[in-house]
Every structure is written in C-alpha cells, then in structure tokens.
C-alpha cells in the first residue's frame, strides 16, 4: 500500500523556483508566543471552531496579541479560491460554510470581553455573494450578543458579485476595511486575482452608502515598489475617501512565496507616516510590524477622536467665516 500523499498548503506555488528567506533584521524580530493567556486565547478558538488570520497568515504580532485576548478572527473556512503570491492561507477547494460560525464569533467576543473585534475572511470566489451574507450575519450576531463592542471587518473585494457590498454595509459595522496589498504595477505578479481599481472602487461604495462608517486600507511595502508608488497610493486612497491606511513590512511565509525585495528601514517607515499625514488621513500608521489588525482596538478609539478634532476644526472655520461677514 502506497504512502498517502501529504496535503500541500498551496498547491499552484509547488513548482515554483525557491526564493530563499533573507534573516531578518534586528528591528522586525519578536519573542516566540509563550504566555499563559496566549494559550487561553488558542485554546477558546478551538473550542468554539473558529479560524484565525493571526495563525492562517503567521502573523508575527500573535505572541503580544493573544497574550491580549485579542484574536482577528477568519470566517467562511480557511481555504481561500485566491492564489495571491504573498499570503500564507491555504488555497484549494473551499471549505462548507458553517451556519454556527456567526454565533460562535458572537460567544467569542463575550468570552474574551473584548471592546473591539476585527472580523476577515478567506475570499469565497465560488459563493454568488462571495460571503457578504455571512459577514453580515456575524456582525448582527456581535451585535446581539455584545451590544457594547465594537466591530471592524477586513473583507475581500466581492469582484464581479453585485451587491454584495451593499448587503455588508446594511449590517453596518463601524470599520470598514479592504486592503490594496500592493502598488498597482505589483498586482500581476502579487496578486493576480484581483483588480487594484476594483479595491479602490469597494472603499469608495462604502463611504458613498455609508460615509458614518470609517474606512481602512493598508499595504505591504519590501516587494519592490517605489516611494513615489506608495505616495500614489496614498492619494488613491484620499480621493476615494479612505480614513485610515497602514503601511507593514512584507515577510516572506515560504520559499515559494513572493521574494521579498528588501527589508524597508523604520526611518522610512516614518517618512511614510510623515508624507500620510499631510495628505490627509485621519490616521495612518507605518512600521515593520504594522498590521492590519494591529492595536486595532485602540486605533479605533483615536480614529474616533480624531474625527471629532476634524468636525470641530471645520465647525470652528464655518464660525469664523461668519462672524468676518457679519463684521
């Protein structure tokens, strides 16, 4: 009897040239997760079922989140139907959605007590609404089960699923988060499947339904684009009104992944940062370990902070105006 073949976890990159993995610098290296409450947190979201993107993606903030309570859960299964060359999560055939996944992210965020939860997915290319009915089922579970906490989602793009957006942004979470990845020239080669004028157009629909709920995206940098790139995508961003973008350093999850071009220093990190500001968003937030999901619950209460600074600023000005006209 022949030996069973071991399942690859991302089977089109098997014949791929090696890229070797460069050591990281001192700047970007983090303690291996050891704590008692990172095992509590691991050991709920496997009690309740539940997928992780801090696993699936190898994040390398898992140690300090989950010693936190703070876990990015995944739903729709943990198999995605995109090949994207960057990313860790397991491509194939797409796991049976759960018709309990919504209610067991609801028991989740009671039994963590969290304020804040950030809710992503796998891309679900083969589901008419490519999952958007699920997100919005779980956020409405969330909302039902702990009225007090805050919801933030990370979805895919919903290419070629119309109304799929909509049905999302009716469940109104409070963010509402799509990630550009990369500078557009990038996107042949790191991630093929999508369309960077179909992300920029998602963020745009949503403030154009919503424009209460805040939105995100965020990129990777280390992949080979330029300064001038990453400016252009900042300015992408603003004109489809985009409220908070980061910027994080591209770590290479294998051999046959992506080939990290190079490690991108914190000085310029900063000047990302710096240049971000003074385009205009609420918040943006650049260094090497940068996430999406990152301290996710704490920016959310100065995104709120600042745009109530915004509001006043603009409150103040119109008074101004008039008193001048009335002089």
Not at 246 to 260: C, F, R, V
Not at 273 to 287: C, Q, T
Request: charged share 25%; glycine share 6%; hydrophobic share 40%.
């Amino acid at each position: 009897m022949s030996a069973v073949e071991p399942h690859l976890r991302h089977p089109e990159k098997a014949n791929r040239p090696d890229n070797p993995i460069q050591r990281k610098p001192a700047w970007i290296r983090v303690k291996a997760p050891v704590s008692p409450e990172y095992h509590e947190t691991r050991k709920l979201m496997r009690d309740l079922k539940l997928n992780t993107v801090c696993e699936e993606a190898a994040c390398p903030n898992i140690g300090e989140c989950w010693s936190k309570g703070h876990a990015t859960v995944m739903i729709l299964g943990s198999v995605c139907t995109r090949a994207c060359a960057f990313c860790n999560i397991a491509t194939g055939r797409p796991d049976q959605l759960d018709p309990h996944e919504p209610q067991h992210v609801a028991e989740a965020a009671g039994r963590l007590g969290l304020n804040h939860i950030v809710i992503t997915s796998v891309d679900r290319d083969d589901l008419e609404d490519g999952g958007a009915r699920h997100f919005a089922e779980t956020i409405r579970a969330v909302r039902a089960a702990s009225p007090d906490t805050t919801i933030e989602i990370l979805t895919p793009d919903f290419k070629n699923k119309p109304g799929a957006v909509e049905i999302v942004v009716e469940a109104r979470p409070d963010v509402f988060n799509h990630n550009l990845e990369t500078a557009p020239r990038l996107y042949p080669s790191i991630r093929p499947g999508a369309r960077y004028f179909t992300s920029l157009q998602l963020l745009s629909r949503v403030k154009e339904l919503d424009p209460t709920i805040f939105t995100k995206s965020g990129i990777m940098v280390g992949l080979g684009e330029t300064a001038e790139e990453v400016g252009q995508v900042m300015d992408d961003l603003r004109a489809a009104d985009v409220d908070f973008m980061t910027i994080g350093q591209y770590l290479q999850p294998t051999p046959k992944h992506a080939k990290l071009d190079r490690f991108v220093t914190p000085e310029e990190f900063q000047s990302h940062e710096k240049i971000g500001r003074g385009k205009g968003f609420l918040m943006i937030s650049a260094s090497p370990l940068t996430r999406s999901s990152y301290h996710a619950g704490a920016d959310f209460e100065r995104l709120k902070a600042a745009r109530l600074a915004r509001l006043g600023a603009a409150a103040g000005s119109i008074d101004l105006v008039a008193l001048a006209r009335g002089a």
